[in-house]
């Protein structure tokens, strides 16, 4: 009987405790986080209160001095507490996101076309018996072709414009061997601009659209133009051609809307693509970002 | 034991494989005259009709005219073979068909067999394969039953502009023109609201307003305003849409 008194008067003692330093952190963090004008305005009332008889003056300085100096000393602590959490939330779902994306855009990478493979594939196996230096050629390029391609094998310094343009070569010479006349290739970069970072794959995902949707399909084939150019620290790279033109009511494509994601990615607004359709026919797409030398870049 | 001569006609657009398919057919078939290559589609018909082969040989991918679309066109007159190095339908759709077909590279043993089962049936009539083809066709081509505008076409400048679709928050008529309002900024456009309504998406696009076209996955938040109108506010945009007195279902609480 004893026990259980003592039991109930420790856990009262207990609670009553536990409630004033409830009250005491309601009222700290009500303290840390109250502007300071409704502050003000809350002495200004003890200060009122002190003329009448419910509050001695006393007791009203008393509180304006303690609340300052909690004020001082607790204020600045607790906003700066509360904006980590704010911030660390924030990137934490920004990293997120990023990840997400990120994870996206390898899926997306890795699709190499197989229908790119296999007839290259057929052309290296014809080639062997017909023109061996030839075979071998491409083969080599093929092998350039896939290791800045799948995401497994895409090695460091890939994102720059003089390694994206190095790797569009090798795909290109893999298609001029198998389209021949059909296709002519010009490619306009100032080596000065080669050190330029550029996302990966999204120069190849213009040209490869080029090819596939404008090129190809066109009977008597044509050309493709690729020009590097800046502008007020601006570079733009454009992928031209003179192909059967833009089809309206196809969708955008895996191919440009993960370009369009990267870019946004990487340089949020200040980076933009723009497809036209240029008035001799055929079509245009332009990539504009910042221009930022690689300066880890190994020289080619 | 010698093998029956026949005429016979290659259709692919690249060179290299149009060499290696012949010189293939040499060894293993010399007494088959090939009387003319095809680099497309269109080609592959014209020749046929005027050499009138027994035998067709077609790539299936190529510009103008697809292979298969070329062999409905042939109506029968000749025997088909098919050739791809990657076409995962077709190919599923030859082993049930009955459809002739080689993969590339081509392979010498495949071919004899392919040769052998033409040599026997070269006196008759090709088999009537039209129904496999147009069943083919409706699988590799894999068209929705209908088609929707996805990019409009702007004049930027000097030249036409093309915008995705997906970049359009909403598109508002405006006198003559029509504005098409983007995450960049805005264009004019002459297509009317109607046209587009008709070619949009429905579900992309919404037409709130008698003026209005408004991408779905745009929209922020609707409101009321003090007079009871319901308001659209898009992402990125300060603008405010009116919501016309005979829309308003479209946001109906659910």
Redesign the interface.
């Known amino acids: 009987m004893m026990g259980g008194r003592t039991r109930n008067a420790l856990n009262f003692v207990r609670e009553v405790g536990e409630t004033a330093s409830s009250l005491w952190w309601n009222f700290f963090d009500w303290l840390a986080q109250v502007p300071m004008r409704q502050l003000v305005v809350t002495w200004v009332l003890a200060l009122l209160l002190a003329t009448t008889p419910i509050i001695h003056p006393k007791q009203a300085g008393f509180f304006i001095f303690v609340s300052l100096g909690l004020k001082i000393l607790a204020g600045g602590k607790r906003k700066a507490e509360i904006e980590a959490r704010k911030a660390s939330a924030q990137a934490g779902t920004e990293t997120l996101e990023r990840r997400l994306v990120e994870a996206q855009m390898a899926a997306l990478q890795a699709q190499v076309e ?2 790119f ?3 290259t ?3 290296i ?3 062997i ?2 023109d061996p230096p030839e075979a071998a050629k491409i083969h080599t390029h093929l092998i350039e072709y896939l290791r800045s391609t799948l995401p497994q094998m895409r090695s460091r310094g890939n994102g720059t414009l003089g390694r994206q343009i190095q790797m569009s070569r090798s795909y290109l010479a893999i298609m001029q ?4 006349s ?1 296709l002519s290739v010009s490619i306009d970069v100032p080596p000065e601009l080669e050190s330029a970072t550029f996302p990966g794959m999204t120069l190849q995902i213009l040209i490869e659209n080029s090819i596939k949707h404008g090129l ?4 008597e084939g044509g050309r493709i133009d690729i020009r590097a150019s800046m502008d007020n620290n601006v570079l733009q790279v454009e992928v031209q051609d003179d192909g059967v033109g ?1 089809n ?5 494509g895996v191919g ?2 993960n370009v ?1 994601e990267r870019l946004k990615l990487m340089y949020g ?1 200040r980076a ?1 693509l ?6 001799e026919g055929g ?2 797409a332009i990539i504009r970002l910042p221009f930022a030398p690689d300066i880890f870049a190994k020289p080619l | 034991m010698t093998q029956p001569s026949a005429n016979a006609i290659i259709a692919d ?5 149009r ?2 398919l012949r ?1 293939r057919l040499s060894e293993v078939w010399p007494e088959l005259n090939i009387v003319a290559e095809a ?2 589609g ?1 080609e592959a018909i014209a020749l046929a009709g005027k050499h009138q082969p027994d035998i067709v040989f077609l790539d299936i ?1 190529m ?2 005219l697809s292979g298969i679309e070329a062999a409905r066109m042939l109506f029968n007159r000749c025997h088909v073979v098919f050739i791809t ?3 995962q339908y077709a190919i599923e759709a030859f082993e049930q068909g009955a459809l002739d077909y080689l993969l ?2 081509v392979n010498a043993e495949r071919l004899k067999v392919a040769c052998t089962r033409l040599q026997a049936r070269l006196g008759k009539q090709p088999d009537n394969i039209e129904r496999q083809l147009s069943q083919l066709i409706r699988q590799t081509t894999g068209k929705p039953e209908r ?7 702007a004049q ?1 400048g ?9 970049e359009i928050l909403f598109f508002r008529a405006d006198e003559k023109y029509t504005r098409v309002q983007t ?2 900024g805005e264009v004019l456009i002459r297509k009317t609201l109607k046209e587009l309504a008709e070619e949009l998406d429905p579900n992309e696009f919404w037409r709130i307003h008698r003026s209005t076209l408004v991408r779905v996955d745009a929209i922020a938040e609707v409101t009321r305003d003090l007079r009871g109108r319901q308001m659209v506010r898009v992402r990125n945009s300060q603008e405010e849409l009116e919501v016309s007195r005979g829309n308003t279902h479209l946001f109906q609480q659910m």
């Open positions: 197989p229908h493979l296999f007839n594939l057929a052309l196996g014809q080639l018996e017909t061997a198998r389209m021949k059909r190809e399909p066109k009977i833009f309206m009511y196809s969708g955008d440009l809307t369009r607004t933009s723009a497809i036209e359709t240029p008035l079509c245009r | 657009d690249e060179e290299p494989m060499d290696m010189k680099a497309n269109i991918r510009p103008g190095a990657y076409d590339k590279p088609e929707y505008l996805h990019w409009i076409q930027v000097n030249s036409l502009r093309m915008i995705s679709t997906r995450l960049q």
